[in-house]
């Protein structure tokens, strides 16, 4: 089964779809301001296995940010990345053979 990741990137998705990245940032802005709730989040993407558990590190991680500001910040750093990510000819995020450097993007998520 593919990771948030792979879902977000279209990468291994196999039978799972592509998550659309902007679709997915509007609705982490939204749970942010408590619009959405973390099981409709999961739901709205179908999140399952580890899709599921990196959806809810990402949600830790914005409810661990202090203040509206802080909360921004980080959801404009998931963008970031899942956008660098998603650009195939992007070199930060991808190894020389083109495969994801998940390392990479899990620091820089924190989903370490």
Known sequence: MADLIDRLAGTGVDDR???NLHR??????????GE?????VATEFD????EAT??????DNIDAQVGASEKALYI????????CME????????NPDGTLNRPKIYEDLLLT
């Not at 999140?47 to 580890?50: E, F, P, S």
């Open 87 to 94: 650009d195939w000819s992007d070199r930060f995020y991808h």
């Open 76 to 83: 404009l750093r998931v963008e970031s990345v899942c956008m």
């Open 36 to 40: 959405w709730s973390r099981s409709e």
């Open 54 to 59: 990196q959806g809810a590190v990402l949600a």
């Open 17 to 19: 779809s592509k998550i």
């Open 24 to 33: 997915f940032i509007g609705v982490e802005r939204l749970y942010a301001l």
């Open 47 to 50: 999140l399952q296995g580890d």
